[in-house]
């Protein structure tokens, strides 16, 4: 099995930053791509950023210029850098992977966070 572990969410004002942070562990062999998905109240689930394991980046045009997705394969580790937060940035923010594990070698299987809590008000 493999948990994934999100921190780091919070209250910002507008123009604000955050760092959120997902630590990936487990029977990890390795892992493809790590993301940031963000479900807001009364929406569906969307991709902000995914990072492959050669640090090949993806961005939803929202978030282009303000968010940066970064990853430290040594550790597991995926980051969201936030900065000029706005009010619609405020969801709760998942992480996702794509792991391969002793179990589903040489396949992959997907595995998500459980959520961290990102509100952007003044």
């Known amino acids: 099995q493999v948990q994934l572990v999100e921190s780091g969410g919070g209250l910002a004002q507008p123009g604000g930053s955050l760092r959120l942070s997902c630590v990936a562990s487990?029977?990890?062999?390795?892992?493809?791509?790590m993301g940031w998905y963000r479900q807001a109240p009364g929406k569906q689930r969307e991709l902000v950023a995914d990072?492959?394991?050669?640090?090949?980046?993806n961005y939803a045009d929202s978030v282009k210029g303000r968010l940066t997705i970064s990853r430290d394969n040594a550790k597991n580790t995926v980051y969201l850098q936030m900065n000029s937060l706005i009010r619609e940035d405020t969801a709760v923010y998942y992480c996702?992977?794509?792991?391969?594990?002793?179990?589903?070698?040489?396949?992959?299987?997907?595995?998500w966070g459980q959520g961290t809590q990102v509100t952007v008000s003044s």
């Open positions: 996702n992977a794509e792991v391969r594990t002793r179990s589903s070698w040489p396949g992959l299987e997907t595995y």
């Open positions: 487990g029977s990890i062999v390795s892992i493809d791509n």
């Open positions: 990072i492959s394991d050669r640090g090949n980046t």
